[in-house]
């Protein structure tokens, strides 16, 4: 079996790293080899910390393809959850991993994010101690994708809803 990439994409605060984690979980209980890059845990690494100048995101992104290939033949799944704001990064991962890649968009409504705030920015952002924060006060929009990709509202969607399409269509991806 070749190596999927499951690419996690949308807001903070969307549901892209309580996802990937679950699938994680489950695909490991299957017996599956799997690797989690967190799109945070990668930033802090590479000491990009706070710096989303579209130049450091598309650094960052593209690094982190880098980072699968080095490891793709090691691996039934990788998955990743990153905010990857550009469509240029992401059509980098389609085109590196071709039918590999499985392209997740997370999303629901800014006052949710607001309300749920998993990590702080929203407040920091509404606070003006943080200026940068993608889709609420950057200058960086999201850009959304122009192939088809899988899109999960996790508005309406609870965290097992969305795990129980995901890993069906994780299942049929060819």
């Known amino acids: 079996m070749a190596c999927k990439i499951v690419w996690f994409t949308g807001l903070s605060g969307t549901g892209k790293s309580t996802l990937s984690k679950k699938i994680y979980k489950i695909l490991k209980k299957k017996k599956f080899k799997v690797l989690n890059y967190d799109g945070d845990i990668f930033r802090k ?3 990009f910390k706070n710096s989303f100048t579209k130049k450091n995101i598309e ?5 982190i393809i880098k980072s699968i290939k080095k490891k ?3 691996y039934d799944f990788i998955l990743v959850s990153v ?5 240029k990064t992401r059509i980098k991962a389609k085109r590196t991993f071709r039918q590999n890649y499985f392209e997740v968009n997370t999303f629901s409504k800014l006052s949710t994010l607001i ?3 998993t990590k ?3 407040r920091r952002a509404k606070d003006n ?5 993608i889709g609420y006060n950057s200058k960086i929009k999201y850009e959304k994708s122009k192939y088809s990709v899988t899109k999960i509202n996790t508005d309406v969607l609870t965290v097992e809803q969305s795990t129980r399409i995901l890993m069906k ?5 060819k």
């Open 115 to 117: 309300k749920r705030d």
């Open 45 to 47: 690494k590479n000491k």
């Open 83 to 87: 905010i990857s704001p550009l469509i």
């Open 169 to 173: 269509k994780i299942f049929l991806k």
């Open 120 to 122: 702080g920015l929203y």
């Open 72 to 74: 793709i033949h090691l």
């Open 59 to 63: 650094k960052n992104n593209f690094l």
């Open 129 to 133: 101690k943080l200026k940068n924060l």
